[in-house]
């Protein structure tokens, strides 16, 4: 079995980031969503311009999850106030985007890349991490299920023009 290696993304690596996080959110909700939707989220979620303000913000981490040279994934950590709820009274870190290409699911990899957030939400000093996910992709429910994430709450997600529910998870460690 091959391991994770995982690198920080830097600021020259923006184009290589865009298309990724493009391609692994399409082959994530694009089934489930109307392309007019999906298109109006990346347009405005996933462009060159939001991505390289999201690298810049110092409380937010890019990571590239590579298998064998090739790249598998991203994940993106958000600490302090570049979390997207004050959940957890502050005391835990958000993993906002963890993505793997279709090819590199149900092989053990997702959970080497969670591993990566706890043990760099560990080197910080945090004791929890939380995530949203979409009330409707199941697989993913079920695999941070396992990892012994638990549903504490829940919040509205606008995808274009469609407002979606997303259960809020969260792990003790």
């Known amino acids: 079995m091959f391991l994770l290696e995982i690198i ?3 600021l020259n690596d923006l184009d290589q980031l ?3 996080s493009v391609k692994t959110f399409k082959e994530t909700f694009l089934n489930q969503n109307t392309d007019d939707d ?3 989220y990346l347009k405005v979620n996933m462009s060159s311009i939001q991505l390289k303000n999201e690298l810049n913000n110092p409380y937010t981490e890019f990571y590239f999850a590579y298998i064998d040279k090739n790249i598998a ?3 993106k950590l ?3 106030n570049a979390q997207k709820e004050d959940v957890l009274e502050k005391k835990g870190y958000e993993i906002e985007r963890f993505y793997l290409l279709k090819s590199f699911q149900g092989k053990g990899f997702g959970k ?5 957030a706890v043990t760099i939400g560990k080197s910080k000093g945090y004791k929890k991490l939380w995530l949203g996910v979409w ?3 199941k697989s993913a429910i079920k695999f941070y299920k396992k990892l012994q994430l638990k549903i504490f709450d829940k919040h509205k997600f606008l995808l274009g023009s469609d407002l979606q529910t997303d259960f809020l998870m969260k792990f003790d460690f």
């Open 135 to 137: 009330e409707h992709n």
């Open 18 to 20: 865009q298309r990724l």
């Open 78 to 80: 958000n600490f302090k």
């Open 73 to 75: 994934g991203y994940l």
């Open 112 to 116: 080497q890349l969670f591993e990566k």
């Open 8 to 10: 920080p993304v830097k």
């Open 38 to 40: 999906i298109n109006q």
